[in-house]
């Protein structure tokens, strides 16, 4: 098998890149463990579910920025890219609030 | 036979030939981009349709200790999704969240490896793209694993006494019998859909970790027999790793809407 390793030398790590990255899994996972504190720990009379539900949403959008950002290495590609990505995801935003709307307005006719 | 490493040049100068790139970005990469953007369009009209319908019905608005399954209102998620393997056995009966909590972890966790790889294979160095890409594959197997297993308790559904101490009552039929459990036409936790919605939305993001993992795995295969190092780089895994941490975005989102809302 030593044959079968070619000459290519790899260059060495550098140990302050890796641990950014491990950084980042530790955000993630303690953003994580918050959630499920204030999911279990924290009744609903401290915290009302709409409130609780906002917090989740921008938790959520936390991690969502780190795993956008650092792991897909957006935040470090060219300004046009990042927004060629980033733009089109306002018609989520603008077809959530709709159909949220639409649901609720069913729900007032039906009940 | 390994020793005659091929020297691709893919500095392209002729602007029309691809050899320009505005974005800095090869075309692999930028179309991985555009078909996850297209991806992202899929599963939010999938958990927007969730939305939709989990407010066209009535949410349970009385005190957690008194909650029942029932097809009239929508159900708490703590008490659908409150068992992990063996925990009938070992005599707890409600362990809200606790197995997806685990999914979750198992899903960041391999995510991470995948960015390990993608650095390693930045630095040409194969041993640790192979040791990652194994780890990587190693959770996505697992998750798949905890989401068979998700699946059949979910089917399976539950008989006997609640956490709040009432008996699960199921779905009763015409015929006078009584059915536990979930199919896609009803279910003994709630409304039809929420169950149809379940295995919908996991199960569509379900596949795309299971194609994750073959691609990851064909990405592994690779890399052990030097078919990337004779290439001169390693940017399929970074493509590779691109679907790979969507796979785990969408995860946070699922987690977000279907089990902690």
Same mark, same amino acid.
Request: charged share 15%; proline share 3%; hydrophobic share 55%.
């Given at each position: 098998m030593e044959q079968e390793t070619?000459?290519?030398?790899?260059?060495?790590?550098?140990? !302050?890149?890796i641990w950014k990255i491990w950084k980042v899994m530790l955000i993630l996972a303690a953003v994580t463990a918050v959630e499920f504190i204030i999911a279990l720990a924290i009744p609903t009379s401290i915290l009302a579910q709409p409130v609780k539900v906002y917090i989740y949403i921008?938790?959520?959008?936390?991690?969502?920025f780190y795993i956008v950002?650092?792991? =897909? #290495? %957006?935040? #470090?590609?060219?300004?046009?890219?990042?927004?060629?990505?980033?733009?089109? @995801?306002?018609?989520? @935003?603008?077809?959530l609030f709709i159909f949220l709307y639409q649901g609720s307005?069913? /729900?007032?006719?039906l009940f | 036979m390994a020793s005659t490493a091929v020297v691709v040049d893919d500095k392209n100068t002729n602007t029309w030939g691809g050899g320009a790139e505005p =974005?800095?970005?090869? /075309?692999?990469?930028?179309?991985?981009?555009?078909?996850?953007?297209?991806? !992202?369009?899929?599963?939010?009209?999938?958990?927007?349709?969730? $939305?939709?319908?989990?407010?066209?019905?009535?949410?349970?608005?009385?005190?957690?200790?008194?909650? @029942? /399954?029932?097809q009239d209102y929508w159900p708490l998620p703590d008490f659908v999704f409150n068992a992990f393997p063996g925990s009938h056995a070992i005599g707890v009966d409600h362990a809200p969240l606790v197995f997806v909590g685990i999914m979750t972890f198992i899903l960041i966790f391999s995510s991470v490896t995948m960015v390990l790889a993608v650095?390693? $294979?930045h630095r040409m160095d194969r041993k640790a793209v192979e040791k990652w890409m194994l780890w990587t594959l190693l959770g996505g197997i697992t998750f798949l694993s905890c989401q068979a297993w998700e699946w059949s308790h979910f089917i399976e559904g539950v008989q006997g006494v609640n956490p709040n101490g009432f008996q699960y009552t199921g779905v009763k039929l015409f015929d006078g019998s009584v059915f536990f459990g979930a199919n896609l036409s009803m279910n003994q936790y709630g409304p039809p859909n929420f169950a149809a919605l379940f295995f919908f939305i996991t199960g569509f993001h379900g596949f #795309?970790?299971?194609?994750?993992? @073959? %691609?990851?795995?064909?990405?592994?295969y690779q890399t052990t027999v030097g078919i990337l190092e004779r290439r001169g780089h390693y940017e399929m895994v970074e493509k590779v790793g691109l679907y790979w941490h969507f796979v785990d975005l969408v995860w946070v989102f699922v987690f977000t809407f279907f089990y902690l809302v």
């Open positions: 070619s000459q290519v030398t790899p260059i060495p790590a550098d140990k !302050a890149k921008a938790l959520t959008i936390v991690k969502a950002g650092e792991f =897909m #290495h %957006l935040s #470090h590609e060219r300004k046009s890219l990042i927004w060629s990505i980033l733009l089109p @995801v306002i018609f989520i @935003v603008f077809m307005a069913i /729900y007032d006719q | =974005m800095k970005a090869s /075309y692999g990469k930028l179309m991985m981009w555009f078909f996850l953007l297209s991806d !992202a369009f899929t599963f939010s009209a999938l958990l927007i349709t969730y $939305g939709l319908i989990r407010f066209k019905f009535p949410a349970f608005d009385g005190d957690i200790g008194d909650f @029942v /399954y029932s650095e390693a $294979g #795309h970790v299971f194609s994750g993992v @073959v %691609l990851n795995f064909i990405i592994f």
